[in-house]
């Protein structure tokens, strides 16, 4: 015979979130990543009828009628449009419970990933619109524990432990000991701001104007923060600013790299201002076992030497940077001792 609470867990699933400003994962427990989507809406702009979600509503930017918009919903980290990210996780949330037929009556519990700068206003428009789209109790961790987690980081060690995640909005520098954040900053400074910088760059030096999508690629297949063994060449289309017409240019790593300079030193700085405020003896602990880069915009090329080189201590990407986060939400799921200990309080 089933008890109360065994039948309650056979009809339930729970679920860890990384609600990303570009991409968003989800994490069933027992099953592990089972939806990897970007954190786009496309709506009508009239009714707001949510058209479409993730990959298909990316699909979309830039390309949709007068009458439906595609929104990204999340903004430096946090929620810059309730109602849209209310859909966004209603989708996630549905998408997962569907994999398990009947488990769908029972709302789930849901762990979600925060920046660790972020307010308490913006905690409750987390927590608020995560149980508005159907779950029954939210958990809220911050992302470098998290990604700390996620990365195989011996957190709950009596050792110093310092992560770097880089993702859309927001880059998170924190230094973790026995299960908690000893010393963190969080800069609203990552993946978006690069694209943005490459998108100024060729617009000031090329007049030649492109979207967020194609700054992206730049960025992925030629941009880097430090020299390249073999510079890079890639070619670029875009609409001439003074004609409107469209026009292809070349455009070179070296010049990306430059038009890179200020957002990477940024970040660069972030971790040299958490390092100064580290206490000694951990800072030994992390001069001997290395810093840890996790996070998508972590792959940037040079970043990890760039760093290295102005902080005197080696880098290292972990094997995961792109779902380490979320694994780390996983992780909490399965530990309710753990979950107690990480979890950010909401007031």
């Not at 110093?160 to 954040?181: K, P, R």
């Not at 690629?217 to 890639?234: F, H, N, P, Q, W």
């Not at 040079?302 to 780390?328: D, F, M």
Request: aromatic share 4%.
């Amino acid at each position: 015979m089933l008890s109360l609470q065994q039948l309650y867990d056979y009809f339930t699933i729970d679920i860890g979130i990384d609600l990303g400003t570009a991409n968003s994962l989800v994490y069933v427990k027992g099953e592990g990543i089972v939806l990897r989507e970007p954190s786009v809406v496309a709506i009508t702009k009239d009714t707001g009828k949510v058209l479409a979600v993730g990959a298909e509503a990316k699909r979309m930017l830039g390309r949709t009628p007068a009458d439906i918009v595609a929104i990204r919903p999340m903004r430096d980290g946090v929620i810059a449009d309730f109602d849209v990210t209310q859909e966004m996780l209603n989708y996630f949330i549905r998408q997962a419970q569907s994999r398990h037929g009947y488990k769908f009556m029972a709302r789930p519990r849901v762990v979600i990933s925060v920046p660790s700068g972020i307010t308490e206003v913006e905690k409750r428009a987390v927590r608020e619109s995560a149980l508005q789209a159907g779950a029954r109790v939210v958990h809220l961790i911050e992302e470098p524990m998290a990604a700390a987690m996620g990365a195989g980081l011996p957190v709950e060690e009596p050792v110093g432990n310092m992560i770097i995640d880089i993702g859309g909005g927001t880059t998170e520098v924190a230094v973790i000991s026995l299960g908690g954040i000893v010393i963190a900053k969080s800069v609203r400074c990552a993946g978006d701001a690069m694209d943005e910088a490459i998108c100024q760059h060729i617009k000031r030096k090329y007049n030649l104007s492109i979207g967020p999508r194609t700054a992206e690629d730049i960025k992925v297949y030629i941009g880097s923060a430090d020299t390249l063994r073999e510079e890079l060449v890639m070619t670029v289309k875009g609409n001439d600013v003074m004609g409107g017409l469209p026009r292809v240019i070349e455009v070179h790593s070296e010049e990306i790299r430059e038009a890179l300079h200020e957002p990477v030193m940024t970040i660069v700085n972030a971790v040299k201002t958490t390092l100064e405020k580290t206490p000694p003896e951990l800072a030994g602990d992390i001069l001997e076992r290395g810093i840890c880069m996790a996070g998508g915009s972590s792959q940037l090329k040079g970043l990890q030497s760039l760093i290295s080189r102005e902080t005197g201590i080696p880098v290292y990407l972990c094997k995961n940077p792109e779902t380490a986060i979320v694994e780390g939400a996983g992780r909490v799921l399965d530990s309710l001792d753990l979950m107690h200990k990480v979890e950010v309080s909401v007031r």
